[in-house]
C-alpha cells in the first residue's frame, strides 16, 4: 500500500505570496490532517478533513485555509505569506481516530 | 489548557548505554497516548500506541510504558541509527487532534 504523499517537497516564496500545498492520503482514509512544524513551535494542528468536511481546527489566522476533495485528497493553502509561515508542512491520513501516518512534508521557505 | 511535555529535550547516549525517555501530559481526557519517531526532513513515523495506564508495548530496543501522568521510553543498547527526535503525543476525548510535545532529540554515538 502506497504511503502519504505530498506535492511539492519544497518551495521557495516571497513575503505577500500565496502557497498550495497538496496531500494524498493513503488509500481508503478519509481524514486527512495537517500540520506545520518549526524548531521553536513543535508539531501544531492546523485543520482536520473528513468526508469533504472540516471537522477540526487549530488555532491559525485565516490566511491557513484548506479543503479536501471527493477523492480524499487535500491541499492546504496559505495566502499573504509572512517570513514567520517558513516551516514543514505535514499531511496525517487516518482511518481511525487513534492512528495517524505522516507523509514526508513540504519544505517552505518564505524570503 | 492541555499540554504535553518531554524531557529531556536532547539526550547523548554511548552505543549499548540504555536510557528513558519521558513525556509528561496534563489534559483532561486522554484518549490515547502515541510515541513518533522522526529523522531529519522527514514525517514522524509511528512507533506505539498506549490507552490505559499499566499498558506497556515493545518494538526491538523500544518499549513504551504508561501512568496516570506520563509515559516513559526506554531504549535498551542503543545504536546509532536509533538517533533521531521522539515525539509523544496524546489524543483527547474531544475532538480529533492530535497534541505533540516538543519531542527529545537522541544521539547514539558509536
Known amino acids: 500500500k502506497a504511503g502519504v504523499t505530498q506535492t511539492p517537497r519544497y518551495l521557495i516564496k516571497t513575503r505577500g505570496q500565496q502557497v498550495t500545498l497538496s496531500c494524498s492520503p493513503i488509500?481508503?482514509?478519509?481524514?486527512v490532517s495537517w500540520y506545520q512544524q518549526t524548531p521553536g513551535q513543535g508539531l501544531q494542528f492546523l485543520f482536520e478533513y473528513f468526508s469533504e468536511t472540516q471537522r477540526n481546527k487549530g488555532n491559525f489566522p485565516g490566511r491557513f485555509s484548506g479543503r479536501q476533495f471527493s477523492n480524499s485528497r487535500s491541499e492546504m493553502n496559505v495566502s499573504t505569506l509572512e517570513l514567520g509561515d517558513s516551516a514543514l508542512y505535514l499531511c496525517a491520513s487516518s482511518s481511525d481516530p487513534n492512528e495517524q501516518f505522516f507523509g514526508p512534508g513540504t519544505r517552505l521557505t518564505v524570503l | 489548557e492541555d499540554q504535553v511535555t518531554q524531557s529531556p529535550e536532547a539526550l547523548r547516549l554511548q552505543e549499548g548505554e540504555s536510557s528513558s525517555l519521558n513525556c509528561s501530559y496534563t489534559v483532561s481526557g486522554l484518549r490515547g497516548l502515541f510515541w513518533y519517531r522522526q529523522d531529519p526532513g522527514k514525517g514522524p513515523e509511528f512507533l506505539f500506541t498506549?490507552?490505559?495506564a499499566g499498558e506497556e508495548k515493545e518494538k526491538e530496543r523500544l518499549k513504551a510504558t504508561l501512568t496516570k501522568k506520563e509515559s516513559f521510553l526506554h531504549i535498551t543498547a542503543p545504536k546509532p541509527e536509533d538517533s533521531a527526535t521522539y515525539l509523544c503525543?496524546?489524543?483527547?476525548?474531544?475532538?480529533?487532534?492530535?497534541?505533540f510535545g516538543p519531542g527529545t532529540r537522541l544521539s547514539v554515538l558509536p
Open positions: 488509500s481508503g482514509h478519509r481524514s
Open positions: 503525543a496524546v489524543t483527547l476525548n474531544y475532538g480529533q487532534n492530535f497534541v
Open positions: 498506549l490507552y490505559s
